[in-house]
């Protein structure tokens, strides 16, 4: 089932155009080479953790992109067709929806579960705070919401400097518990890729994924590179 979109705000636009461009060489130039392969099995060892042996009957997979991560839900939702069109080609079973994260054409209450990785990361904190509103809303009371952000401590110390919008927003712990002004615990939060991979020789990677899973769930993980936040709505 497709559902066709909203009106798209101006952040909405530039992310439909960036990934409409990338869609058919997405999986191949961001996840078949050494570090994308590294992220990759860090991610989906806590979405597995997370959802994978939880009762959740029904889990929207929100900006799923290419489907890297739809074995984990029941539909998938994406403001790019492109990205929807390579998604259903390997899920043809799943339920898709086509509209903003921030705008979403589901009634209210109907999920038990909303993880969106990959999307704060390029957002303001106000349209930010429209998708938790917005995932509040269709998530069914004790409800779970799983997303990733950079980490604002990390990026201190290391003097990060952003270039543009892509993955210009980062979090301190400040900030996640500010977007849940009053509607969500902050239940869990763990750090992925603790170590400078990519500064790492290729071969090297595999070995040393190990060791960066036990430092990024350890009291170290808040300066990991990003995290991942587990909140239970009230």
């Excluded at 029941?74 to 509209?99: C, H, N």
């Excluded at 919401?145 to 290391?158: E, G, N, T």
């Excluded at 992925?192 to 350890?218: A, E, G, M, W, Y």
Aim: net charge positive.
């Amino acid at each position: 089932m497709l559902q066709q979109p909203n009106h798209p705000d101006r952040e909405d636009e530039v992310l439909r155009l960036y990934y409409e461009d990338l869609a058919s060489e997405y999986d191949r130039s961001r996840f078949n080479n050494s570090y994308g392969r590294y992220i990759h099995s860090q991610e989906r060892a806590i979405l597995s953790r997370w959802l994978g042996s939880s009762e959740t009957q029904s889990v929207l997979d929100l900006a799923c992109g290419t489907g890297r991560f739809l074995s984990f839900a029941t539909a998938g939702l994406d403001l790019s067709p492109k990205m929807i069109e390579v998604a259903r080609a390997k899920y043809p079973d799943k339920q898709f929806i086509q509209a903003s994260a921030s705008n979403i054409p589901i009634e209210s209450g109907q999920y038990d579960a909303v993880f969106s990785l990959h999307l704060f990361m390029h957002l303001s904190q106000a349209k930010i705070q429209a998708i938790v509103d917005e995932c509040y809303r269709i998530l069914r009371p004790n409800g779970m919401l799983i997303f990733d952000i950079p980490s604002a401590l990390r990026r201190k110390l290391i003097s990060y400097k952003t270039e543009d919008w892509h993955g210009a927003t980062s979090f301190s712990l400040k900030d996640i518990h500010q977007i849940c002004t009053g509607k969500w615990q902050v239940k869990e939060l763990v750090g992925v890729n603790f170590l400078p991979i990519h500064r790492f020789p290729h071969v090297t990677r595999p070995l040393l994924l190990p060791v960066d899973k036990v430092l990024s769930h350890s009291f170290l993980k808040l300066v990991s590179s990003y995290y991942f936040v587990k909140l239970i709505k009230l």
